[in-house]
């Protein structure tokens, strides 16, 4: 039976930070640019993907598994990119 591996733990209040920062960063983006709407989708989106990866390596400790792990984490992004790509035609 294999042990549990020791590893450093996250700074959390940092990654909650960064987090925070990225929502206000949206948050301004939305609100206050001038963009076009398809560019303004791809910046936010960008971002959201972003947080989600923060996420998913320090909270959910992804960052500190065996590759195979990360693997199975991995699969459902072509799924996603599709669905974006999707989305993005919709709005032109």
Do not use: C, D
Not at 25 to 49: C, D, M, N, P, Q
Not at 51 to 62: C, I, S
Request: charged share 10%.
């Amino acid at each position: 039976m294999e042990t549990a591996q020791k590893h450093p733990h996250p700074n959390y209040i940092k990654i909650w930070v960064y987090l925070f920062v990225l929502t206000v960063f949206e948050v301004g983006i939305a609100f206050v640019s001038h963009f076009s709407k398809t560019t303004l989708l791809i910046i936010l989106l960008f971002l959201a993907v972003w947080k989600a990866l923060l996420v998913a390596l320090y909270f959910m400790h992804l960052r500190f598994e065996r590759w195979n792990l990360r693997v199975i984490a991995i699969i459902p992004i072509p799924l996603a990119l599709i669905l974006i790509i999707m989305v993005l035609q919709e709005g032109l």
